[in-house]
């Protein structure tokens, strides 16, 4: 990287951390907004309200970065722009592409960034403010804390100490009681298929019956249970798809795929977050007319303006795209990934006209 290209590169360091910054706190503060009608139900305060919107700001930013980098790109190369600098580097042999190169290349080292983000702190902020939030707002005794749940309901108590792949139930400890408090039985299971209908099929089974000092016990290959979980503990034993680590989420589609059941939703939320480069990398190009084209001696309110309004169509043709193929049941790599295509295709097009 020459010294013209790392002059870039500090410019627009600058600029996404003051504008991913930014952006995170106004979407923050209006998430903040919205977690106040809930404040005053359950054991839900306002110090669990600020708490949930902090631990749940890591995974915004991951949302926002493709907007960010837009106008980040606005920001920098258009202040440099503006200054005269652009055209002196393009006079010293600095072509755009290079120029635009430089802003790819940080883009990059972003995404691994990101990444870091996505595998190792969204998703335990995520899962810890849900069961906090959950937890609070209900009376019912239902706790995801980590890797283990413990739930209770119906004299029975179900512990679940480990989740494969994010979401698959598994080394399962289920304690029934008779009225009087004494253990009657005891089911433990390897694992568990969770099904829409709320049951929950039980593999490789013990089964320990308790009748004063003696336990007999039997063992089954499966067993159907049915389940004493409300809507809002089942809501706290299943991780929603955002706040799963990637190569989790991975795993989880793949294992529902092999047991033909739905994975759509979370199939969609793994290549949304695939496609999240692709995005930063469309949301670059498409700046570059404001930055070497005739849409350069606009004024930076306008060329924010501007901006604003491809982020949010951009934003709006991503979640059409997304609620269709969930919808007609599309295949969920081009649903998610076609409107980045698009608009890279778009932004090289207009890029290709700025700079001849």
Request: glycine fraction near 6%.
């Amino acid at each position: 990287m020459t010294l013209l290209e790392r002059y870039i590169a500090v410019a627009t360091v600058k600029a996404l951390g003051v504008v991913s910054a930014g952006l995170t706190s106004l979407f923050s503060l209006l998430e903040f907004v919205d977690q106040l009608h809930d404040v005053g139900k359950g054991h839900y305060r306002l110090i669990d309200a600020l708490l949930y919107v902090l631990l749940t700001a890591p995974a915004r930013l991951l949302q926002l970065m493709p907007a960010a980098m837009l106008f980040t790109c606005l920001f920098a190369l258009g202040a440099l722009a503006r200054r005269g600098e652009l055209t002196a580097m393009r006079a010293g042999g600095l072509s755009p592409g290079r120029i635009v190169g430089s802003v790819l290349k940080l883009a990059g080292c972003a995404v691994v960034a990101l990444f870091l983000l996505a595998q190792f702190v969204i998703p335990p902020a995520q899962q810890l403010a849900q069961a906090e939030r959950a937890s609070r707002l209900s009376s019912s005794e239902a706790v995801r804390s980590g890797n283990s749940f413990w739930a209770a309901g119906d004299h029975q108590f179900l512990n679940v100490r480990r989740f494969d792949n994010g979401n698959i139930p598994s080394d399962i400890y289920l304690y029934e009681f008779a009225a009087n408090g004494e253990l009657q039985r005891l089911i433990q299971a390897d694992h568990a298929e969770v099904r829409p209908d709320g049951t929950w099929l039980l593999e490789d089974v013990s089964i320990k019956r308790f009748s004063g000092t003696r336990i007999e016990t039997d063992r089954l290959a499966s067993l159907l249970w049915h389940s004493f979980l409300r809507p809002r503990q089942a809501s706290v034993l299943i991780l929603p798809a955002d706040s799963m680590q990637p190569i989790e989420l991975y795993q989880y589609v793949r294992d529902l795929e092999r047991r033909h059941q739905p994975a759509a939703r979370y199939a969609q939320e793994l290549w949304a977050k695939i496609d999240i480069p692709l995005s930063m990398a469309a949301m670059i190009l498409i700046a570059a007319p404001f930055v070497f084209g005739p849409l350069r001696s606009q004024g930076t309110g306008q060329r924010m303006m501007i901006g604003t309004m491809i982020g949010i169509v951009f934003s709006l043709v991503q979640q059409i795209t997304t609620y269709l193929g969930l919808l007609l049941n599309l295949n969920p790599a081009l649903t998610a990934t076609v409107p980045s295509v698009l608009l890279m295709a778009l932004a090289l097009y207009l890029f290709r006209r700025a700079v001849v």
